[in-house]
């Protein structure tokens, strides 16, 4: 790999501050501890700081030389709402709290990053790091969205911008990404169904949600089966029933709650019609009435293709052209960065975070694995502890990879 000398060589440094974050988690809009930490830093490097967009985000610039073009790279702070089930000498600290999707190391790599080029400024032009808060899905809202409304854009000029997932599952540092639609919207839906409770022995005299509150979670799948286009990625997942505790009382009402995701704006709207039509419809067919909470969350995360074209280029350069992979599939999960790709072009990228070593760790069978495929060829490892799991954890051989990237793709949008 063509990593950059000096980041290297403050590997060890890194790791502990990636192993001090995970071990001090915090969640949405909670993130004082860490943006304070990311600002000190960034301070002793003498980049200009500016705290407090979208409440804990933070931005740091550097200006170089007298071009006007710009750049923004982005790196999520917050953890999870999970209790960890490590072991190791950093869990955390916090019951119910886990950076168990691996921000900890986005933010540590963006850190190596701007300490870099403070010290080498080889550009041209201003580079923004850009520290955002509550990418994790959370009832708060979007950290993205707080920024940008808070005048993320108009207060840092950006031509373009970018930003990193580690990736479980990908080889340690190869590059994945494509063009297009890359992970999917989410929409978030809540349904409470009012019957009339009654005792289980006699159904026929109360209206029995929880019986229709089934039938609802297999009609909503008809949604994607028979009004989606077929060529199209769309799934409804009902994830959650809150009803009655009682063996023998049918209750009186119940919450369903869920999540929708599509990769594009014609499903998400299909769907949307689809979803509030055919609950209310079958719900009143067996007599109750239904309140329905059906919220659009993140939009599709879509890379511009030029972009992307420029982050494989500047990949390939860094770790080399067998391990990158510039047509992934694309990933139902969503992301919030898709509101900054709605404001500037730009490219999201997955960064390989599993040693091959992770074949054997028996975390998950082959059949589970070829189950959530994306493509990525000879550089997939199966077997990986994914993110969102108890037993995740950053792999901090990759810090350097991101940081080099990262740099690459300063100097090579602002060359000289």
Known sequence: MNLKKTISQHQKSYAKWRQDIHAHPELAFEESRT????????????????????????VGTIKSGSSSKSIGLRADMDALPMDELNTFSYKSKYAGKMHGCGHDGHTVILLAAARYLSETKNFNGTVNFIFQPAEEANALGSGAKAMIEDGLFERFPMDCVFALHNGPGL?????????????????????????????????????????IGSQLVVAWQSIVSRNVNAADSAVISATSMQTGDSFSVIPDSIT??????????ESRLVIKERFCLLTEQLVQSFGASATISYREAYPTTVNDPSQMDFLCDVATS?????????????????????????ERPGCYFYLGNSAKTSEVDGKRTDAQEAAIDYGLGHLAIHGACMTHEPQYDFNDNIIPVGASIFVGLVERYLAK
């Open 318 to 342: 860094v770790v080399g052209k067998d391990k990158v992979i510039s047509t992934m599939k694309p990933v139902m999960g969503s992301e919030d960065f898709a509101y900054m790709l709605e």
């Open 35 to 58: 943006s304070s930490f990311v600002a000190a830093q960034l301070k002793s490097y003498g980049v200009d700081v500016v705290e407090g967009l979208g409440k804990t985000g933070l």
């Open 171 to 211: 080889e340690e540092g190869a590059v994945a990404t494509r063009s297009g639609a890359l992970m999917a919207s989410m929409d978030i839906f809540e349904v409470t169904i009012q019957g009339q409770g009654t005792h289980g022995a006699i159904p026929h005299t109360g209206i029995d949600p929880l019986m």
């Open 256 to 265: 369903l709650r869920g999540t929708v995701r599509t990769l594009s704006p």
